[in-house]
């Protein structure tokens, strides 16, 4: 026992000798989502180019479950030094807050320090379905009713499918419209592959895949500029500009009291990431835009996405309340 | 113990957790949203499915016990002091809920290792301390260092 | 491109040291990865995957295959020496593995499980290879009630693994069932029994359960009675496997790696339920039934054969649609997109020499994992010789590890600790925890696939019976209940 107590004393010596500048230690980087998802992949993917920025290493941390609340949750209670931050991400950080009533955090709970990604949706259908266009779809939408499949309640896709169907519209579309839930982003896809869903709005790199296997038949695209690969209108040339709201993005915080220095820092280590070359082209190879935001931009950016889904939540009746 | 006597008893407790769930639990921890169209989608239904299943089981439990005559041997008889030391052993678990966040991971596992081979009596004191020292220092090491997982690191020491 | 063609292009690819390389390496890896509780196949690939973002795209991709087959393998070690699976897929090895190590023989059981798995490794990288095309297809008829049909003829598996008694067996399983419906609903998003919990949105962490379930009642177990083991033979033993062990499984092993290549071809399921459903089918067919879940070396093998035949088919739907089958395929896919492949149908006409490469790799693999596993069985197997009273500490702590690995939470070391205690009630009680854990995996898929199609029938329960793979899994359903309750009414083991 003596060995031990003389390690301890000697470990608490070194741990209580230096305050000094952020960052002294590495950084816990809560990542909200399952590994694989966008979101791990996103994460891990600045992480390289972050970690030389920062001089210090980033910890990924999964932490899973109910989408995205458990692990904001955690950010959201943790130490606010700095070295405990959190990715966060459109389900998590706009959809699900506007949806849920009884989520057990709001957006005033954290400090965005900045968003750097953002994904074009897109919509589309099977290959071997009959709908073709958005008007063949509006048209089944009216008549027989339609379905779309999402990765689970109170996600983008969730949401996302209603707005569209809103926007084209369809009356009551949360109620007109059947929305299928699957476990996750890949079950929703294979949703629509297997019959089971018409239709799903997503991030277009969850459908590149299929759209370059001719699996499947993409509608539209919510970004102001065409989407490479994807052979379809952008909403804007449908005539619905206002759904170009509707994309996911990536973004990092920290719980609500972060000191505006370490708040600075990130700003410097973002701007510094995005000029990594390597990580630039491996996101735009997955179909993101990558576009670093300071914080007051992402903060607007993050409240004005969440100020229009909120509307259109009310307006359709989709709030959870329970 | 017979096996009419476990049967029986444990026939009574699925019958107690069925009628739990039944009047307490689903009513009031299930939340079921007001415009469900249909009872088979309500968030509701499957858990009263198996609330029905489970009396289903504890009615069957009770009726086949009755008849059960054969005498349950105990394979694994508790030696003396048990209660105690299973006690004890809750106690070891509930402290490490309560200190890991003050004194970390390595810490806390440090000291439910050296309390639970003390709590065993081991026969080998000497080599139970070094390993309450080690194993947790080790695996520490990997799972900070190699697997890159955020060990919780608490507020007395700092591990690096 | 003629085959010969395609296989040579693909062997130009791979015919380099490195790609072998990287393979041994996350063979290697996979191996160490499954072998620590908690750590899983799924972590050791996800850890694996940012090293390959620099390699050649066949190179990164067989080092991830090489980590998962491996991690498949390497569950299989804790779960046989400490009762404590070391991945969800290896729970079916500890019903008979554990009771062999606590007889002497862990070497035996260890060399079982790595010859089964090596060779359901091959069937199942054969049938990827042969038939990835026509079983895609197939599995694209499954949506929700086919799902629904096959989920539920999976739970007849409680039956096999109930023990003594049925009845006790179905609590258990019941049990399970409700503990699943903790989270949040799947279809309005309400909260079931998560008492404003956020830890509990999620639901219970599946390996916390896990773990809890099978290792922690060990630990307390020890605390009962800290010297019941002496006297008990416990130490390795020469006791090793030999080629009429091998020979006597086989047909269970062929078996358990077919089940294995139909559920890995489905996705969402999982290898854990293929262990159970190879287990349970091994368990019904042989003539020393009485014997399963005593240490019966069959047993083992057909659970280690029903989940390492998952590994090569869960490819099947990644490659022919670019559809993860689970969570490590959904990681493997982000490293061929990050090296801007699309797995798909067009993957076979423009990349068809990666296709081939990986094949390659994939059929080599097999040979590597049996040549790594033999020297890991070496290097692990003197944990049995650890006195047990420095053990089972040891075990405690590796446990609160592992556990906290899987998602970072230290909530879900406190389901593990509370999850021992039920555990540990189950075991007194004589409830066997088998039951409560395929239940627990399978619960949410049936009531998820049950409520998807009453989605998409507008509630109409017709929808259930559309087509003949629903047919087929529901007319199996009810032969296996018949067969069942005949053997209760007779007195006969089911």
Same mark, same amino acid.
């Given at each position: 026992?003596?060995?031990?107590?003389?390690?301890?004393?000697?470990?608490?010596?070194?741990?209580?000798?230096?305050?000094?500048?952020?960052?002294?230690?590495?950084?816990?980087?809560?990542?909200?989502?399952?590994?694989?998802?966008?979101?791990?992949?996103?994460?891990?993917?600045?992480?390289?180019?972050?970690?030389?920025?920062?001089?210090?290493?980033?910890?990924?941390?999964?932490?899973?479950?109910?989408?995205?609340?458990?692990?904001?949750?955690?950010?959201?209670?943790?130490?606010?030094?700095?070295?405990?931050?959190?990715?966060?991400?459109?389900?998590?950080?706009?959809?699900?807050?506007?949806?849920?009533?009884?989520?057990?955090?709001?957006?005033?709970?954290?400090?965005?320090?900045?968003?750097?990604?953002?994904?074009?949706?897109?919509?589309?259908?099977?290959?071997?379905?009959?709908?073709?266009?958005?008007?063949?779809?509006?048209?089944?939408?009216?008549?027989?009713?339609?379905?779309?499949?999402?990765?689970?309640?109170?996600?983008?896709?969730?949401?996302?499918?209603?707005?569209?169907?809103?926007?084209?519209?369809?009356?009551?579309?949360?109620?007109?419209?059947?929305?299928?839930?699957?476990?996750?982003?890949?079950?929703?896809?294979?949703?629509?592959?297997?019959?089971?869903?018409?239709?799903?709005?997503?991030?277009?790199?969850?459908?590149?895949?299929?759209?370059?296997?001719?699996?499947?038949?993409?509608?539209?695209?919510?970004?102001?500029?065409?989407?490479?690969?994807?052979?379809?209108?952008?909403?804007?040339?449908?005539?619905?500009?206002?759904?170009?709201?509707?994309?996911?993005?990536?973004?990092?915080?920290?719980?609500?009291?972060?000191?505006?220095?370490?708040?600075?820092?990130?700003?410097?280590?973002?701007?510094?990431?995005?000029?990594?070359?390597?990580?630039?082209?491996?996101?735009?190879?997955?179909?993101?835009?990558?576009?670093?935001?300071?914080?007051?931009?992402?903060?607007?950016?993050?409240?004005?996405?969440?100020?229009?889904?909120?509307?259109?939540?009310?307006?359709?009746?989709?709030?959870?309340?329970? | 113990?017979?096996?009419?006597?476990?049967?029986?008893?444990?026939?009574?407790?699925?019958?107690?957790?069925?009628?739990?769930?039944?009047?307490?639990?689903?009513?009031?921890?299930?939340?079921?949203?007001?415009?469900?169209?249909?009872?088979?989608?309500?968030?509701?239904?499957?858990?009263?499915?198996?609330?029905?299943?489970?009396?289903?089981?504890?009615?069957?439990?009770?009726?086949?016990?009755?008849?059960?005559?054969?005498?349950?041997?105990?394979?694994?008889?508790?030696?003396?002091?048990?209660?105690?030391?299973?006690?004890?052993?809750?106690?070891?678990?509930?402290?490490?809920?309560?200190?890991?966040?003050?004194?970390?991971?390595?810490?806390?596992?440090?000291?439910?290792?050296?309390?639970?081979?003390?709590?065993?009596?081991?026969?080998?004191?000497?080599?139970?301390?070094?390993?309450?020292?080690?194993?947790?220092?080790?695996?520490?090491?990997?799972?900070?260092?190699?697997?890159?997982?955020?060990?919780?690191?608490?507020?007395?020491?700092?591990?690096? | 491109?003629?085959?010969?063609?395609?296989?040579?292009?693909?062997?130009?690819?791979?015919?380099?040291?490195?790609?072998?390389?990287?393979?041994?390496?996350?063979?290697?890896?996979?191996?160490?990865?499954?072998?620590?509780?908690?750590?899983?196949?799924?972590?050791?690939?996800?850890?694996?995957?940012?090293?390959?973002?620099?390699?050649?795209?066949?190179?990164?991709?067989?080092?991830?295959?090489?980590?998962?087959?491996?991690?498949?393998?390497?569950?299989?070690?804790?779960?046989?020496?400490?009762?404590?699976?070391?991945?969800?897929?290896?729970?079916?090895?500890?019903?008979?593995?554990?009771?062999?190590?606590?007889?002497?023989?862990?070497?035996?059981?260890?060399?079982?499980?790595?010859?089964?798995?090596?060779?359901?490794?091959?069937?199942?990288?054969?049938?990827?290879?042969?038939?990835?095309?026509?079983?895609?297809?197939?599995?694209?008829?499954?949506?929700?009630?086919?799902?629904?049909?096959?989920?539920?003829?999976?739970?007849? /598996?409680?039956?096999?693994?109930?023990? %003594?008694?049925?009845?006790? =067996?179905?609590?258990? *399983?019941? @049990?399970?069932? &409700? +503990? $699943?419906?903790?989270?949040?609903?799947?279809?309005?998003?309400?909260?079931?029994?998560?008492?404003?919990?956020?830890?509990?949105?999620?639901?219970?962490?599946?390996?916390?359960?896990?773990?809890?379930?099978?290792?922690?009642?060990?630990?307390?177990?020890?605390?009962?009675?800290?010297?019941?083991?002496?006297?008990?033979?416990?130490?390795?033993?020469?006791?090793?496997?030999?080629?009429?062990?091998?020979?006597?499984?086989?047909?269970?092993?062929?078996?358990?790696?077919?089940?294995?290549?139909?559920?890995?071809?489905?996705?969402?399921?999982?290898?854990?339920?293929?262990?159970?459903?190879?287990?349970?089918?091994?368990?019904?067919?042989?003539?020393?039934?009485?014997?399963?879940?005593?240490?019966? /070396?069959?047993?083992?093998?057909?659970? %280690?054969?029903?989940?390492? =035949?998952?590994?090569? *088919?869960? @490819?099947?739907? &990644? +490659? $022919?649609?670019?559809?993860?089958?689970?969570?490590?395929?959904?990681?493997?896919?982000?490293?061929?997109?990050?090296?801007?492949?699309?797995?798909?149908?067009?993957?076979?006409?423009?990349?068809?020499?990666?296709?081939?490469?990986?094949?390659?790799?994939?059929?080599?693999?097999?040979?590597?994992?049996?040549?790594?596993?033999?020297?890991?069985?070496?290097?692990?197997?003197?944990?049995?010789?650890?006195?047990?009273?420095?053990?089972?500490?040891?075990?405690?702590?590796?446990?609160?590890?592992?556990?906290?690995?899987?998602?970072?939470?230290?909530?879900?070391?406190?389901?593990?600790?509370?999850?021992?205690?039920?555990?540990?009630?189950?075991?007194?009680?004589?409830?066997?925890?088998?039951?409560?854990?395929?239940?627990?995996?399978?619960?949410?898929?049936?009531?998820?696939?049950?409520?998807?199609?009453? @989605?998409?029938?507008?509630?109409?329960?017709?929808?259930?019976?559309?087509?003949?793979?629903?047919?087929?899994?529901?007319?199996?359903?009810?032969?296996?209940?018949?067969?069942?309750?005949?053997?209760?009414?007779?007195?006969?083991?089911?």
């Amino acid at each position: 026992m003596k060995v031990l107590s003389t390690l301890t004393v000697g470990l608490a010596l070194t741990a209580g000798a230096a305050l000094a500048e952020y960052p002294e230690r590495p950084i816990n980087m809560i990542i909200p989502y399952g590994a694989g998802g966008a979101t791990d992949i996103s994460a891990r993917t600045i992480a390289e180019a972050l970690g030389e920025a920062v001089g210090r290493p980033l910890i990924m941390a999964n932490v899973t479950g109910a989408g995205g609340a458990t692990g904001s949750v955690a950010a959201m209670n943790a130490n606010p030094d700095g070295y405990t931050m959190l990715f966060t991400r459109v389900g998590s950080h706009s959809v699900n807050p506007a949806m849920k009533a009884t989520l057990p955090y709001t957006l005033d709970d954290f400090r965005y320090v900045t968003v750097y990604e953002i994904n074009p949706f897109a919509c589309a259908v099977a290959a071997n379905s009959d709908i073709k266009t958005m008007d063949d779809l509006m048209e089944k939408a009216k008549g027989e009713g339609v379905s779309y499949s999402s990765s689970g309640v109170g996600s983008a896709l969730h949401l996302g499918g209603a707005m569209v169907l809103d926007a084209f519209g369809l009356e009551d579309a949360a109620n007109a419209a059947t929305h299928i839930p699957q476990q996750g982003g890949g079950a929703a896809a294979t949703a629509v592959l297997n019959g089971t869903a018409d239709f799903l709005c997503t991030n277009t790199s969850a459908l590149a895949g299929f759209v370059a296997n001719g699996q499947m038949t993409p509608l539209m695209v919510t970004t102001a500029e065409p989407v490479v690969g994807f052979d379809a209108p952008t909403a804007a040339e449908l005539g619905h500009p206002e759904l170009e709201q509707l994309v996911g993005w990536t973004g990092i915080a920290g719980p609500k009291d972060l000191p505006d220095e370490v708040a600075a820092k990130w700003g410097e280590w973002m701007t510094q990431a995005a000029t990594d070359e390597k990580f630039v082209n491996q996101m735009e190879s997955l179909g993101s835009i990558i576009d670093v935001m300071s914080p007051e931009e992402a903060r607007e950016f993050i409240n004005t996405q969440y100020e229009t889904f909120r509307t259109l939540v009310d307006e359709l009746g989709m709030r959870i309340e329970g | 113990m017979t096996l009419r006597t476990l049967q029986v008893r444990l026939g009574i407790a699925a019958l107690l957790i069925a009628a739990f769930l039944a009047l307490v639990a689903i009513p009031s921890f299930v939340s079921s949203p007001s415009n469900v169209r249909n009872i088979v989608l309500s968030p509701v239904f499957w858990p009263y499915v198996l609330t029905g299943m489970t009396a289903l089981v504890g009615v069957l439990l009770v009726l086949t016990g009755r008849h059960e005559t054969a005498e349950l041997e105990d394979e694994d008889a508790a030696a003396p002091g048990a209660p105690l030391r299973l006690v004890a052993l809750a106690g070891i678990m509930v402290a490490v809920m309560l200190l890991l966040p003050w004194l970390g991971m390595p810490l806390v596992t440090m000291l439910a290792f050296a309390a639970t081979a003390f709590l065993y009596r081991t026969r080998h004191p000497v080599a139970a301390a070094i390993c309450a020292v080690l194993v947790p220092l080790v695996l520490y090491a990997f799972f900070a260092h190699v697997a890159g997982v955020a060990v919780p690191q608490g507020e007395v020491i700092r591990l690096p | 491109m003629s085959l010969w063609d395609s296989l040579m292009a693909g062997l130009s690819l791979v015919a380099n040291i490195e790609a072998f390389a990287a393979l041994f390496v996350g063979i290697v890896i996979g191996v160490i990865g499954g072998a620590i509780p908690g750590l899983s196949a799924t972590m050791a690939v996800a850890l694996a995957l940012p090293f390959t973002f620099a390699m050649q795209p066949v190179t990164g991709i067989l080092l991830l295959l090489g980590v998962y087959k491996g991690g498949i393998f390497g569950g299989s070690i804790p779960a046989i020496l400490i009762k404590t699976p070391g991945t969800p897929a290896s729970s079916a090895t500890i019903l008979d593995g554990h009771p062999m190590a606590e007889r002497g023989e862990a070497g035996r059981a260890l060399g079982m499980a790595l010859w089964a798995s090596c060779t359901a490794d091959l069937v199942s990288n054969l049938a990827l290879i042969l038939f990835a095309g026509w079983l895609a297809s197939f599995a694209l008829n499954f949506g929700p009630p086919e799902f629904f049909a096959l989920i539920l003829f999976s739970l007849t /598996i409680i039956a096999g693994v109930s023990g %003594e008694s049925l009845l006790r =067996g179905a609590l258990s *399983a019941l @049990l399970g069932l &409700l +503990l $699943a419906t903790v989270g949040l609903d799947l279809v309005y998003g309400t909260n079931r029994f998560t008492f404003g919990d956020p830890n509990l949105m999620g639901g219970l962490n599946f390996i916390a359960v896990l773990i809890g379930l099978f290792a922690i009642p060990e630990v307390i177990m020890m605390a009962r009675n800290p010297t019941a083991h002496l006297g008990r033979t416990r130490a390795l033993g020469g006791a090793k496997v030999t080629f009429a062990d091998y020979r006597k499984s086989f047909r269970s092993i062929i078996r358990g790696s077919m089940i294995g290549v139909f559920l890995g071809s489905i996705p969402g399921i999982g290898a854990a339920p293929s262990a159970f459903l190879s287990y349970s089918e091994a368990r019904r067919r042989s003539p020393n039934k009485a014997n399963f879940g005593k240490g019966e /070396i069959e047993g083992v093998a057909a659970a %280690e054969a029903g989940n390492n =035949g998952v590994a090569g *088919a869960t @490819l099947i739907p &990644l +490659l $022919a649609l670019g559809v993860p089958g689970d969570v490590i395929t959904a990681i493997i896919i982000g490293a061929f997109m990050i090296h801007g492949l699309q797995p798909g149908p067009m993957m076979f006409v423009l990349n068809v020499d990666i296709i081939y490469g990986l094949f390659i790799g994939l059929i080599v693999s097999s040979v590597f994992l049996f040549i790594v596993g033999s020297v890991a069985i070496r290097g692990f197997r003197f944990v049995a010789d650890i006195p047990k009273r420095i053990l089972m500490p040891t075990v405690l702590v590796l446990c609160v590890y592992g556990v906290f690995a899987v998602n970072n939470n230290v909530f879900d070391v406190g389901v593990m600790f509370a999850m021992g205690w039920v555990g540990y009630v189950m075991l007194r009680a004589r409830i066997p925890p088998a039951p409560f854990l395929i239940a627990f995996i399978l619960g949410p898929l049936l009531e998820d696939s049950f409520r998807q199609s009453m @989605l998409m029938s507008g509630s109409d329960p017709s929808i259930l019976l559309r087509g003949p793979i629903t047919w087929f899994f529901w007319a199996l359903t009810v032969l296996v209940v018949i067969a069942i309750g005949r053997s209760v009414v007779r007195k006969v083991p089911v």
